[in-house]
């Protein structure tokens, strides 16, 4: 509820029109904000009303019809994304791509993620959106924050990323049911990220109106 998609259509706008940095960008959102939530936003706003949106929503001759038609911002439900990277890989026209809800890729051995890791060194600019970057703890940021930057500050494999964080935790023989954070690690995995994450909170930010 703060504003996540207005502010980054906002940036968006910006890159396309004032900077010329980039050209076409792909927003990657769960189905029922993939179908309006962005779109409104577009309409809702009038400094961004300049914007062509299009959905590459519903079945597949739609979906074709919208990626291959000209627009600024397009959208796309995260479950269509390995179909996305499967018919266009070879012309991918988009340089920069909006996660919304980046906890969504957390998993390394998903299906969408590996589509993303397909298509990450086209891109320009990713942006992350979420407000639970680590919902069931620190292992699951390695995936988010490869999306971001290719391994650059967790590692390039989610291998060396419980190695130099983690020991292991319960298990059975050579089978590690979980990992457990060495001393320092929060601390050290915040610190490498910082740089490129920002984190708000509502009470900093929401008034209440009496």
Known sequence: GLGKSVISLTAVRSLIFETFEISRVLVIAPLK?????WSREVDKWDHLRGLKLAKILGDAKTRRRAAESDADVYVINRENLVWLVDNYRKTWKWDMVIIDELSSFKNSQSARFKAFRKIRPQLRRVVGLT?????????DLWAEIFCL?????????????RTTFFRPGLGNGYVVYNYIPLKGAQ???????GDITVSMKAEDYMLTVM
């Open 33 to 37: 904000v993939a179908e309006d939530t």
């Open 131 to 139: 407000g639970t970057p680590n919902p069931n703890g620190l292992m």
């Open 149 to 161: 930057d290719q391994g650059e500050r967790l590692g390039r494999t989610i291998g060396s990323y």
């Open 187 to 193: 601390e050290e995995i915040t610190k490498r990220i």
